[in-house]
């Protein structure tokens, strides 16, 4: 008798600790970026489950016609009343019938915005507002925020400037030719859309402040300053001499609304310039931060920094993911933030409170000129962490012996072992995770009914290699490592496939055809028509390498031009053999489900597989993964995301493999889960890129009826 009422005890709990963890949230919905309203990349729906999960077939393909050499698409689509609402690689918007993939209607922005080839960057996804027969798409394009009728496609004109609002104005800011992408969508609470931005990484940066505007009117209704303002709180955690041309501090990764606590949640990146802080002495804030906002007013109501004076590009890499968990027999309402660290920070959304403790941990210190590093860095006790922590002796890939000895040869001169050791002029540094984490922009699931947190990663060491400015003895090699020298290298090689090497350019382009590329941009490149006519010709000239004027010394040394580092970072570098193999040993993808009522992980597997290295008779080893999961009520767990071209499915207790299926093309992105006439729908885009072949696809998978 005991024995069953215990069970039924049990039973019992676990009734509550759903109906607890569910709060007013419809997990049937997908029409945010994250899926439901909390962000949580969570489906409740269940008629595809662990038992039927391998009769999935393909249900429409939608081709948009419009994919380039190295294009992508990074969108996760919404569904809204049928409609399936996303974005093509050239960043046109549309909208298909969700059960059919048809068609209903296609906006190309720039029919508004003129420029046919203009750059605009990547688009993650559309943000969906309604009040009564108002129905808006509004999406990002390149610096600009625009709506259009969300049944018909077309611009509303009132909103903003004729259906536009120009995201480089508004920044209480004297300056407005900066680089800014909407790469990530906004949120909505209330009229208000709150939206943040992608930035140039380099010292020409705009500030990264927080905005939220008027989603009919395209007012601006509140501002929150990452980068203080003179008297306001964080002011004092920079140089004043410096901070009014310091930018970055973004929110790139896009954010969460509770809407019932009225706080908006918002991560942010690293200032710049992001490898030398010179300029920046203090910690920073609100870089490298989780803010919680007055989602009414903008105001701050409490604030995490996981990086002080962040020297390693550690930007919070994803939105946030709204929580409910059990810990010592309560009930949290918590915000749970993922890290490139391949590190979850969990606080109590109200009050900022840990919900385990953070330990502020000695760190060695920089050894560069005019930089201070920050004497500590916080680290929480847990939950624990989803990858590993150091790229020790032992995890130098020794897969083969040629292998292992092409990447020591690299390593020869580069320090090891710690991953808050700081750049050095003196020798490399491996960091681990890489710049592209860790965790990355497809941000982490987390199922409300078991409390588990699902989350991939990337587990592949960089190399950062840092160089003295050549203190403008040649301009043109100062605009150039400005402005190019992050992505291409100093030495103008690159990081092939993904970024091409800039020697040879003379053999392919006219002075003409350069300088009109390097204002429009293309495929990743971004436009750099924000820097002036002279500067960008004397960055065609060495490019080009003829005989490069001496440029306008005046304009470059003037009171607007932006600082330049002491120091330039060699070019983003992933540590590869010769064949393009991750230098460590594998897994180099792996997929974790955490407990997050413990902190403790459930389990962990590799994620990805390359064909060549399986054919050679070893494991699969995992690839580097872009985009995020979806955790179901059918006990599946859904994720494409790797450079294999393939979309998974997993049991979500256990993490074993149940299902994949071969894609166009690499599905960068995160899935939507949806139900339309009865029928369960999983939906990927296949845009490809990063180095794998570019498709224009988006594939639904459904059971056969």
Request: aromatic content about 10%; proline content about 6%; glycine content about 10%.
């Amino acid at each position: 008798m005991k024995i069953i009422k215990a069970l039924f005890f049990l039973i019992f709990l676990g009734f509550v600790a759903c109906t607890q963890s569910s709060e007013k949230t419809d997990y049937t919905d997908w029409s945010h970026y994250g899926g439901p309203a909390d962000g949580s990349r969570y489906s409740s729906l269940n008629q595809i489950n662990k038992e039927n999960v391998n009769q999935l077939e393909v249900a429409w393909t939608y081709r948009t016609g419009d994919a380039t050499e190295r294009s992508q698409i990074q969108c996760q689509p919404i569904v809204v009343n049928g409609l399936l609402y996303g974005t093509t690689p050239k960043l046109n918007v549309f909208a298909v019938n969700a059960a059919t993939g048809k068609e209903l209607w296609r906006f190309d922005p720039f029919q508004i915005l003129g420029g046919e080839n203009s750059w605009a960057g990547t688009n993650r996804g559309v943000t969906y507002w309604e009040e009564g027969e108002d129905k808006r798409i509004l999406f990002g394009a390149g610096n600009w925020l625009m709506a259009v009728d969300a049944l018909t496609g077309q611009p509303i004109t009132s909103f903003g400037d004729g259906g536009k609002i120009d995201l480089r104005k508004g920044l209480d800011t004297e300056r407005e030719d900066f680089l800014i992408v909407a790469n990530a969508p906004g949120v909505i609470f209330k009229n208000k859309i709150i939206i943040g931005m992608r930035l140039s990484e380099g010292l020409d940066a705009a500030p990264g402040h927080i905005r939220a505007y008027n989603v009919i009117t395209g007012e601006r209704e509140w501002i929150f300053h990452t980068i203080p303002h003179e008297g306001g709180f964080g002011y004092d955690t920079w140089d004043p001499e410096f901070i009014q041309k310091i930018g970055g501090a973004n929110n790139w990764a896009g954010m969460v609304v509770d809407q019932e606590k009225e706080i908006v949640f918002v991560p942010t990146g690293s200032a710049t310039y992001d490898f030398w802080g010179g300029y920046r002495k203090g910690d920073n804030l609100f870089a490298n931060s989780l803010i919680a906002i007055n989602a009414n007013t903008g105001e701050r109501i409490w604030h995490f920094q996981a990086v002080h004076h962040d020297v390693w590009d550690r930007d919070f890499p994803a939105n946030p993911n709204l929580i409910r968990i059990q810990k010592d027999g309560k009930w949290i309402d918590a915000v749970a933030q993922i890290s490139k660290q391949g590190m979850t920070y969990v606080f109590d959304r109200e009050t900022g409170e840990p919900v385990w403790p953070i330990e502020e941990i000695a760190m060695p210190q920089s050894e560069l000129a005019g930089e201070k590093t920050a004497a500590t860095q916080p680290i929480p006790t847990l939950p624990e962490p989803f990858m590993n922590m150091t790229f020790q002796d032992q995890d130098i890939l020794n897969l083969k012996p040629e292998w292992e000895a092409d990447i020591r040869a690299q390593l020869s001169n580069v320090k090891i072992g710690d991953t808050w050791a700081p750049p050095s002029a003196e020798h490399g540094i491996v960091l681990f995770p890489g710049m592209d984490g860790g965790g990355e922009w497809g941000g982490a699931s987390f199922d409300p009914t078991n409390q588990t947190l699902y989350v991939n990663a990337n587990q592949v060491p960089w190399l950062i290699e840092m160089t003295p400015n050549a203190a403008f003895e040649n301009i043109g090699q100062s605009i150039y490592s400005t402005y190019c020298g992050n992505c291409h290298g100093l030495e103008r090689k690159g990081n092939p496939p993904s970024i091409p090497s800039l020697l040879g350019l003379q053999e392919k382009y006219k002075p003409d055809s350069l300088a009109e590329l390097l204002r429009k941009g293309r495929g990743a490149m971004p436009a750099f028509d924000h820097i002036s006519e002279e500067n960008r010709k004397v960055l065609v000239n060495f490019l080009l390498d003829k005989q490069a004027d001496s440029g306008d010394k005046k304009e470059l040394e003037s009171e607007n031009a932006p600082l330049s580092p002491r120091y330039f970072m060699n070019g983003y570098k992933r540590l590869v053999t010769k064949e393009g193999l991750y230098g460590s040993n594998p897994p180099w993808g792996l997929l974790t489900a955490i407990d997050m009522n413990t902190g403790k992980k459930k389990w962990q597997v590799t994620l990805g597989e390359i064909d060549s290295l399986s054919a050679q008779g070893f494991e699969p080893t995992g690839t580097e993964n872009y985009g995020g999961p979806v955790a179901t009520a059918g006990g599946v767990l859904f994720i494409a995301a790797t450079k294999d071209e393939k979309i998974r499915a997993f049991d979500k207790e256990t993490g074993e493999l149940l299902w994949e299926a071969k894609l166009p093309a690499s599905g960068h992105a995160t899935p939507a889960v949806y139900e339309m006439n009865g029928k369960q729908f999983l939906v990927i885009a296949c845009g490809g890129g990063k180095g794998t072949k570019s498709s224009d696809a988006y594939v639904a998978f459904s059971l056969p009826d």
